[in-house]
């Protein structure tokens, strides 16, 4: 086990502290798993020439559903609730080892993607988030939480949802978190129930919130209140909960979101894709000052999780909508990418400074797609791709180098 | 040289045929630059075990401006009257060498993401289409043509666009054409006298038309007729015209595209990171039946050279417009960037059939983002990258092979 690290004359580093500051020609020494001096030689175990490279924090993919990714392309081109019903129905036919086999294609894929932490919801199998945890990613994982004739888990999933949190607790780079899943799918009590199973286990609430216009039509039919205002007014909305989607939201809601301290995982491609219309409001809820982090969402939906196009097309997208070039910038992405990711979390990490966790991603400036370098942050943004990853380290431990897997055996996974 | 390519155990081929058939196991057979035999095993100069691969036509990258790659990044994040006048100023002070420079940089670029033909328009100097000849790629090199106001070349644009035509006529895998610049940058006469000059060389007229809603606005209130309408007027609009954007167009507007022939590039990446509003209406070009191709544009304004995003944004931006997830599938957004754009260019490529061009791009299927491979062309549109290029021919000859580009020394970019 490689107990320190020196990053050498890293060409940049995207510190993303408080100031953003980028600095040039430094060095980053890593010990255990975090970073312990930045700017000093000093002797390592292990010391990477990093000249070539601009290092940056690890992504944080705030909302995703990796077992479904053995259902990539599965169901394209469909109508939102034809897919829905495909997905669905094929779902409930999966085996564990399809799960367990999507989960490690999404492992290897994110880490590919230069993402070094992930928030998930799917029933998980132990197998699956051992496979998760071989890989070496930093996961959240939801266990999702559904009224009895909307889910096909055994058993009651709150139980379910219980007991997964015992099991996976303190564990290295595992997080357990509870998912209720929807408004549509989760009956008021449950809701309130999987809200105060969260609280109990100081863990967060992860949440679709008014993902479709018809989540918010038959939300307000039937609580006579738009999504954000009803799960306010049965007391849902507080500090751990992650809110994945929040497309069709009114400015009061926005308000209430901020008010509560709701954290949002936006995931524009996954929206555009199936057409669920309502582009995130993401230039009222920075106003508002929301804590706004990024997902692909599912590979089902996105239909690849690549946090480069979803930082590019979040920002592109809403400079369409409103018609506007110089809103949501490259710094904006970045940050919902990094920094408001970790903060979402809870974790020490989403930006290189002293004493944080060493989450770092080494991106190949010489890459033909980052030249010129007339900017590095827009490079980054808008025209870096998976193939500018060269190496990925989580928690001071090489995941990736020199763009080979060590954490798993890439090839047997076909 | 080699003479003739084996290119054995496709493990699919996108025919791209008129029947859009997707074959399994077979072989292509290349000799000389043309594809010769599919299906039979014949002995050749190379041979390629394709086990791994599906076996593409190039996409045809139908607008761009490849001198400006060395302004990558320089202007982003501006409002787009702000953004035109920063690169117009630097664009002035641009020299040779720079442009040189950056057109080499974007043909990398381009190669590495499976592109095989291009559309530019850019002032040239020798030096740069001698760069643009070496890498291998095809090129339909556009003179711009703009009024002596607007314009920072020397003498008459128009002589120096005859000029060009004359010099790089017939020339191996260059086709000059006119590029008339804009009904804003050019008075009626000249974009007359362009056309006609496309006209006695028998090549295309490419011009950027209704591109922004001041665009439409200006013509409006100086013609008193919106940009299609206005250039129909004068006698524009006919089968040899390429026209960039298309974004700010009426239903009737669509209807004289049509009945003119008029060929679309549409552009929408480099619409949306600009702003300019107005999502190009393709559903309604394929209703009228308008050929729809697709480009890049300019890495000053995309800000990469990407086909798979372009394909894949141009049909997610219409989702989401449109709320329908339906509209725009992944056959449609390949036939743009395939089929669509050698029938524009009058080129014989775009598909895999005997005879036709081989110009053919090897995608490797074991690529983590490939896995598992439910809908093969769903994969390719909306979960590929460049990272799963790994071979590029063009007409007969490797241009990248193996990941490692054979034309030129990419070491020496830089």
Not at 120 to 128: A, F, H, K, R
Not at 231 to 255: M, Y
Not at 320 to 339: E, G, L, M, Y
Request: aromatic fraction near 6%; charged fraction near 30%; charge should be positive.
């Amino acid at each position: 086990m490689v107990m320190s690290i020196l990053l050498k004359n890293c060409r940049y580093v995207l510190t993303q502290d408080a100031k953003r500051r980028i600095l040039k020609n430094t060095h980053i020494y890593v010990e255990e798993d975090k970073v312990a001096e930045i700017g000093k030689v000093k002797s390592a175990d292990d010391v990477i020439d990093c000249s070539r490279f601009a290092v940056s924090p690890g992504f944080v993919n705030s909302h995703t559903h990796i077992g479904s990714t053995i259902m990539r392309g599965y169901a394209d081109d469909l109508p939102f609730f034809e897919w829905l019903d495909r997905i669905w129905e094929r779902e409930h036919r999966l085996t564990e080892k399809e799960i367990a086999l999507g989960s490690q294609i999404a492992c290897l894929e994110m880490i590919k993607s230069g993402i070094t932490s992930f928030v998930d919801m799917y029933p998980y199998e132990d197998g699956t988030v051992r496979k998760v945890q071989e890989s070496g990613l930093r996961a959240f994982l939801s266990w999702p939480v559904l009224d009895k004739d909307k889910t096909t888990q055994k058993g009651d999933s709150l139980k379910n949802a219980e007991r997964f949190l015992k099991t996976w607790k303190d564990k290295e780079r595992i997080t357990p978190l509870v998912g209720p899943h929807a408004v549509y799918s989760c009956e008021k009590e449950l809701l309130v129930k999987a809200k105060k199973l969260a609280d109990k286990h100081r863990t967060l609430a992860h949440i679709h919130v008014a993902e479709t216009r018809k989540e918010l039509s038959d939300c307000l039919k039937k609580n006579k209140k738009r999504v954000v205002e009803y799960l306010d007014s049965i007391g849902f909305l507080e500090k751990n909960v992650l809110a994945a989607h929040c497309s069709w939201l009114t400015k009061g809601e926005i308000r209430t979101l901020a008010q509560r301290g709701v954290k949002v995982s936006a995931c524009p491609v996954s929206n555009a894709k199936l057409g669920t219309g309502g582009v995130i409001p993401i230039p009222e809820m920075l106003e508002d000052k929301v804590l706004v982090t990024l997902g692909t969402d599912a590979a089902t939906s996105n239909n690849s999780l690549n946090m480069f196009e979803t930082m590019k097309f979040c920002s592109l997208l809403l400079k369409s909508q409103r018609w506007d070039a110089a809103i949501v910038k490259a710094q904006d992405v970045f940050d919902f990418a990094t920094v408001n990711g970790a903060r979402a979390l809870g974790l020490n990490a989403g930006s290189i400074e002293r004493g944080k966790l060493a989450d770092l991603v080494l991106m190949d400036l010489e890459h033909i797609g980052m030249l010129p370098m007339n900017n590095l942050l827009s490079n980054l943004v808008y025209s870096a791709s998976p193939a500018v990853v060269d190496t990925v380290i989580v928690g001071g431990k090489f995941v990736m180098r020199e763009k080979e897997i060590l954490t798993m055996d890439e090839r047997t996974v076909k």
